[in-house]
Each structure stands twice: as structure tokens, then as C-alpha cells.
């Protein structure tokens, strides 16, 4: 029978990583109290004895506030553990002893692991495991889980555990007192000269610009090489199978090749490259300890939009995945302030409709001097709209259907950490381009039969699709669209990836360029199809504004449990969508 | 002597002591990240929107908002009424 293990202790105290090393698994870390929303279970064997490790989210005390901690303490109190791992912060434990003296009251299968033992030592912080062990009458194992110290021990204890007393009879001050002995320089060390600089009034919020920009031009740059060799790649491959097939019949040279196959190139070279690229970059990120920076940078101005500043790191995670930035959204206390984070995490552009910027920006910007920095320049231009319209929806929001006093603003700023480089490309490579690649055969493929089919299928003469695009668009035309793109916007409800290859082979469906060295010939493509500047903006203006992908939309529901505020969800960013196309096209127009 | 002040009148880098919480929604969370009576606080830095300011409080840097701060009232040396 497997025993269950359960680890628990404050956010950010390297619960995941620990859980990794035990287990073996690639569970998410992040350099964040809150990393870690839902419980996460594994397998570890040892010496004959096989064990299910739980992963816990972090939480404060035994009186949960927030949904995250809920869960966690629920998981602590049903579950019949064979063991409570208490896992601790050596840099922190005057106040993490505080949770673990309570544990260690409440259960008698406890043990306690001291981690981050090397980032205390470098901080000038001893403890003494020996007699901290003595004074809260439990094993306590000090461990380095990122680089694997002490978790051998830690198995080995988790394997040979007896009952432990667990009456602690000191305060938690007396045995902070007696066990760490601390000559930190807390005013002068290096994370507060750094935060100095990254938070103050004159740098911080152009370095945070800055380095957004810097993101999105080393992932434009990077991708274009890449997205054309990818290209080249599939259209040999599409010309080989053609000439293979070629006395084959329809279904098979048309529906297969020219529909599921040519779709499947399209998602994967236009596509996978800069989500492969930004992915990594954005990890490094949020590996240091910089989110939380951000949030506390942008305080002032949340304050103002009457939203809890906490909602920055569910938007961040947001520009990876809206999915996942939904469900990130646990860490806000508030209700009503986790409804409008909910509702507004959209107009963050995920990664698939991020690449979909990138493409768009191409169209208008041709050719000439430093075009990879004015496409990133207009792209943080459009993920910085996407904010602001963030801002304006949360004060919205909160002065009509979602009432209710501003709840107080408490956050951890963790101590910067340096990445780790092959964790980072280790899990870039399983998540994004696996999922990419997963997602594109799991979407891609039916809608790209499907989009043929409609190309194929004529109706008094006229394809099915044509008629579909002829009757949007009267009104895509209002949005300075074209039928053709708001179908494409439409299919593409299950993946925001697919809504770009689409409208590509909407215009390719009748032969035509297929392959392209660079994305800014792409844009060429689109241009020959009467797209003008003003449909590129409207097309990207669209893309930041519209309905959640299905998957979203399924986690709006999970996450709240209520089909009226999924509604909303819908309709919240996709009427903005409308009017915001709407006037910006009709005053380009007038312009022009 | 032992002057009470809130601890947004704290001037940065001073090291003060928690003399008192007031009943607010968010004392449950303060008194869990360490924020109980007694207990040495440090303001670090401010926010860019002088919003917010950074405490060292029991080994961790925790973000306040000036109004939740405002709760707080703090004396410069250690209480000795527990």
C-alpha cells in the first residue's frame, strides 16, 4: 500500500522543488509565494517501500484566507498522511516556526526539513538543526533541495520515521532564539541594493518597459530564422506528398494534404518559434524573483482601478497562458476582486495570440532598418494597451456589478535567485513545444479539415466558406476586418493559434505563395489581400480583444463554478473587442 | 518615552517595535506573516507610487499598502507589557 507524505509550509519555500527532487517529477517551481495553486501528487519509491508525495500550496497558518490556502489546509486536516514533511525557510524561520510549532501541536507524524540552508549560510544565518530538532521534539533534516543536499537524508528519514512527541513546550521566539544565530546586514545586502534600484521612483516602472520590450525583441528576432526554415521544411515535405499522392483521390490529396497537413505547418512554423523563444525568457523572469517586483511597482496604479495588485502576477502568467493565468488567480482573497481578475485576465494576450501580434505587426511594418525592434516596440505598445484596458474594465467592474471595499494589499517580495538554465530549457522544451506540437495535432488537424471542406464544398456555386465570410462581412467590414478574418477569429474558439493559419489558408486556399523565408513576407501575403494598416491594427486590436479560448472558457467555469460569470467572461472582452474595432476603424478612416 | 506612532510615519531603514494592531480585515493576515505584538519591523523602501512600502519583518520582505500599514501602531523600543 503506498503511504501518503504530505509536504507543507509558508509560499516560497521550495515545497516544489523538493517535491521534484523526491519524486522525480518536473512539477512547476517559480521564485513566488502563490507558485504553486493546486495540490500536486507523485510517486516515490525507496527501498522497496513506495510512497505518494503530496505537494501542498503554501500557506501562512492553520486559518485559511485565500482559495489556494483553503485547499491546502482541507488537504492537511481530511487526509490520513502517513507523514507531515514540514518543509521550512532557512532564512525566514522566526516566522516559519510559527507554522511548523503548530503543525508539529496538531499531529504527532511530523518531521521538519530546513531548506535553503545554503542561501542562509551566504546571508550570514546559522542553524542549529540539532538543537531546533531537541526543542521541537521532531527530526529536522536540513536540506539544499535545488542542488539535492540533504535529500537523501530526508528519504531516509521519511522511510524510517517513528511517532514523534510533538508537545512543543517553548514559544516559537525562544526557539529562534536558542537554535539561529544571525549577523545579517538587513538594510545593505544585495537584494535590497537591488531592489533599490528596480523599484525606485526614477528606474523602476522604464526598467520593467524596458525589459518587456527586450523580451518581445529577442523573441521576434529569434523567431524569424527558425519560422523560415520551419517553413521550407513543411512545403517539402507538402511537395513530396503531393507528387506521392498525386493520382490519389481527393480525400486523401486534398482533405489530408492541403487541409490537416498544410495547417499543421502553418501552426507549427508560424507559431511555435516565438512561443519556444519567449517561454524561457519570461521563466527567467519570473525565476529571479522579479514578478512580485512588478506588482509592488504597479500598486498605485491598482489602487486607483480598484483591483488587488496580486492580479498582476495572474496577468503575467496570463501572457503564457490564459488557462493557467486563471487559475493563478486563486491567490487573491477577495471574491469579488478574484471575479474581475477572472473576467479581465484575457486582454492579456497568451502565447498564441501573442505570435499572432507579432504576425500581424509585420503587415505594416515592411521592410527597411531595425524592423525586428519596431515590431517589438509596436507589440509592447499592444500588450501595454491590453493593460491599461485591464485597468479601465477592473474600475468598471468594480464600481457596477462587482461592488465592494478594496481588500488590503499584502505581498511577499522574495530574495532574488538565479535562474537555472537547464531547468528552464528542460521545461520550455516539454511544455511549450511539446504542448504547442500537441495542441496543433489535437486543433489544428479538424480545423484544418474542417476549413478545407468549407473551401470545397460549393453551395450554388460558391464555396460553403465564401458564403459564411460573405455573410460576416458587412459586419466585419465595420470593424475594419473582413469576413475572411472573423471567421478565422471564430474557428479558432478552441486555440487562439489556429485563428492566424487560418486566415492564411482561407487566402491560399486556391494555390498560391505557401512557403516564406521570413514572417515579414507573410505580411506581404496578407497585404495582396487587401489589407491595409487598418486592418492590421483592427485584426490585432480584435486578437487582444475578443471571447477566451475554449479552454479558458472551461476553466472560467471550474474556477468559479457558475455559468453567469463564464457569460460575462465571454461577453466582457468580446464587446469591448467590437466597439474598440469599431471606433479605431471608423477614425482611421476618417483620417485617411 | 515610549512614543506610539502608526508605521507609516516610520522613517526608512529605522528599526521599530509592533505595539498594537487595530481590527481591520486584514489583521488575521498580518498577524500570520509574523506582524504580532513585539515583534521588530524595518521599513526598506517605498514603492515608485509611494503606495506601498517594503518592510523586513522575521526574516522576510513583506509589501504593504500605506493603508493597511496605517494599522499598524509601533513604538521605537520594545514593549515590555507581555
Not at chain 1, 219 to 225: E, M
Not at chain 1, 288 to 298: D, M, S, T, V, W
Not at chain 1, 538 to 556: D, E, G, K, Q, R
Not at chain 2, 12 to 36: H, K, M, W
Amino acid at each position: 500500500m503506498t503511504k501518503k507524505v504530505l509536504l507543507v509550509g509558508n509560499p516560497n519555500t521550495g515545497k516544489s522543488t523538493i517535491f521534484n527532487a523526491l519524486t522525480g517529477k518536473h512539477q512547476h517551481t517559480g521564485n513566488w509565494s502563490g507558485k504553486t495553486v493546486g495540490n500536486a501528487s507523485g510517486i516515490m519509491k525507496y527501498k522497496g517501500e513506495s510512497y505518494e508525495i503530496i505537494d501542498l500550496p503554501g500557506i501562512y497558518s492553520l486559518n485559511p484566507i485565500s482559495e489556494d490556502e483553503r485547499q491546502a489546509v482541507n488537504c492537511l486536516k481530511s487526509e490520513k498522511a502517513h507523514l507531515i514533511v514540514v518543509v521550512l525557510d532557512a532564512t525566514c524561520l522566526e516566522r516559519n516556526l510559527i507554522l511548523a510549532a503548530d503543525i508539529a501541536a496538531m499531529c504527532t507524524n511530523v518531521i521538519v526539513c530546513v531548506n535553503l540552508m545554503d542561501e542562509a549560510e551566504k546571508k550570514g544565518i546559522t542553524v542549529d538543526t540539532e538543537k531546533l530538532g531537541e526543542m521541537l521534539k521532531t527530526k529536522v533534516i536540513p536540506t539544499r533541495a535545488r542542488s539535492g543536499k540533504g535529500i537523501a537524508r530526508l528519504k531516509d528519514e521519511i522511510y524510517s520515521h517513528n511517532k514523534s512527541c510533538g508537545c512543543c513546550c517553548c514559544s516559537t521566539e525562544c526557539i529562534y532564539k536558542n537554535c539561529v544565530f544571525s549577523n545579517q546586514d538587513i538594510i545593505n545586502n544585495r537584494d535590497r541594493k537591488i531592489d533599490r534600484i528596480l523599484t525606485s521612483r526614477m528606474f523602476g516602472i522604464p526598467i520593467m518597459l524596458l525589459l518587456l520590450c527586450c523580451i518581445l525583441w529577442i523573441t521576434i528576432w529569434g523567431a524569424n530564422y527558425p519560422s523560415g526554415l520551419l517553413s521550407h521544411f513543411f512545403t517539402g515535405i507538402e511537395n513530396f506528398l503531393s507528387e506521392q499522392f498525386a493520382d490519389s483521390n481527393i480525400i486523401v490529396r486534398g482533405l489530408l494534404i492541403e487541409g490537416v497537413f498544410r495547417t499543421l505547418g502553418w501552426v507549427v512554423a508560424v507559431m511555435l518559434p516565438p512561443m519556444a523563444i519567449f517561454f524561457p525568457l519570461f521563466t527567467i523572469l519570473e525565476d529571479l524573483g522579479y514578478l512580485p517586483r512588478i506588482a509592488f511597482n504597479l500598486d498605485h496604479i491598482f489602487k486607483k482601478a480598484n483591483a488587488h495588485s496580486k492580479m498582476i502576477l495572474s496577468m503575467c502568467m496570463g501572457l503564457g497562458c490564459n488557462a493557467a493565468g486563471i487559475i493563478s488567480t486563486r491567490i487573491i482573497e477577495s471574491k469579488k476582486e478574484r471575479l474581475i481578475a477572472i473576467i479581465t485576465n484575457n486582454f492579456m494576450p497568451c502565447n498564441g495570440r501573442f505570435s499572432s501580434l507579432i504576425m500581424l505587426a509585420t503587415v505594416f511594418i515592411s521592410g527597411g532598418m531595425l524592423v525586428s525592434i519596431k515590431v517589438a516596440l509596436t507589440v509592447t505598445a499592444a500588450i501595454l494597451s491590453g493593460v491599461f484596458i485591464t485597468f479601465a474594465v477592473s474600475y468598471i467592474l468594480s464600481n457596477t456589478i462587482l461592488k465592494g471595499e478594496q481588500s488590503s494589499f499584502v505581498l511577499e517580495l522574495p530574495p532574488y535567485r538565479a535562474p537555472q538554465p537547464m531547468a528552464i530549457i528542460r521545461r520550455s522544451i516539454r511544455e511549450r513545444i511539446v504542448y504547442v506540437l500537441f495542441r496543433a495535432v489535437a486543433v489544428a488537424a479538424p480545423a484544418g479539415a474542417a476549413i478545407w471542406l468549407l473551401q470545397n464544398i460549393t453551395y450554388n456555386n460558391i464555396t460553403l466558406l465564401a458564403h459564411i465570410a460573405m455573410f460576416l462581412d458587412p459586419f466585419a467590414q465595420l470593424m475594419g476586418l473582413d469576413g475572411y478574418i472573423l471567421t478565422a477569429f471564430i474557428m479558432g474558439l478552441p486555440a487562439n493559434e489556429i485563428v492566424i493559419p487560418i486566415v492564411l489558408m482561407c487566402y491560399t486556399g486556391n494555390g498560391g505563395l505557401i512557403e516564406f523565408d521570413s514572417l515579414a513576407e507573410l505580411g506581404m501575403l496578407l497585404k495582396a489581400h487587401n489589407w491595409t494598416y487598418i486592418t492590421a491594427i483592427c485584426a490585432m486590436v480584435f486578437s487582444l480583444n475578443h471571447f477566451p479560448c475554449a479552454t479558458s472558457l472551461l476553466t472560467i467555469k471550474k474556477e468559479t463554478g457558475s455559468i453567469k460569470w463564464t457569460v460575462i467572461s465571454f461577453i466582457v472582452p468580446t464587446v469591448t473587442g467590437i466597439i474598440l474595432c469599431m471606433c479605431i476603424n471608423g477614425i482611421l478612416r476618417l483620417m485617411a | 518615552m515610549n512614543n506610539v506612532i502608526s508605521l507609516t510615519a516610520v522613517p526608512i531603514n529605522t528599526a521599530v517595535f509592533i505595539f498594537d494592531i487595530d481590527e481591520s480585515p486584514c489583521r488575521d493576515r498580518l498577524r500570520e506573516l509574523g506582524f504580532t505584538k513585539g515583534t521588530r519591523v524595518i521599513p526598506l523602501h517605498a514603492n515608485p507610487g509611494k503606495s506601498a512600502v517594503a518592510y523586513f519583518v522575521r526574516g522576510a520582505v513583506i509589501a504593504l499598502r500605506n493603508t493597511d500599514a496605517d494599522t499598524i501602531y509601533v513604538s521605537a523600543k520594545e514593549s515590555c507589557h507581555d
